[in-house]
Nanobody, 126 residues
Framework: QLQLVESGGDLVQPGGSLRLSCIASGDTLDDYAIGWFRQAPGKEREGVACFRSSPISTYIKPSLRGRFTAFRDNAENTVYLQMNSLKPEDTAVYSC???????????????????WGKGTPVTVSS
């Protein structure tokens, strides 16, 4: 059974960077699409980024392109979310999730993800 644990959330100043980790155990990530979601206080959850390594596909929410990227460290069975030039509106709880049923396209966030981590909080504030 695939299990996911997020880490890397922190308090960071506007303009700063963070790298979030989605660490997998119980199965290899080779056949899964990993999605990053975030939920800000009082707002609905939204899909941020998707990464799948086999076959490779990546999708970043258009409004976040240029600041956010997603990639995998194969040796560590981990998918990362690199966030640069952070803004206060990026403040949210970030969660990773996985499914083996999709590729990372523009509609990825609408599909059911079978495996979820518990989330890691990111606060962008001066």
């Amino acid at each position: 059974q695939l299990q996911l644990v997020e880490s890397g959330g922190d308090l960071v100043q506007p303009g700063g960077s963070l790298r979030l980790s989605c660490i997998a155990s119980g199965d290899t990530l080779d056949d899964y699409a990993i999605g990053w979601f975030r939920q800000a206080p009082g707002k609905e959850r939204e899909g941020v980024a998707c990464f799948r390594s086999s076959p490779i596909s990546t999708y970043i929410k258009p409004s976040l392109r240029g600041r956010f990227t997603a990639f995998r460290d194969n040796a560590e069975n981990t998918v990362y979310l690199q966030m640069n030039s952070l803004k206060p509106e990026d403040t949210a709880v970030y969660s990773c999730a996985a499914t083996d049923r999709i590729h990372c396209t523009s509609t990825w966030a609408y599909f059911n993800m079978e495996h979820w981590g518990k989330g890691t909080p990111v606060t962008v504030s001066s």
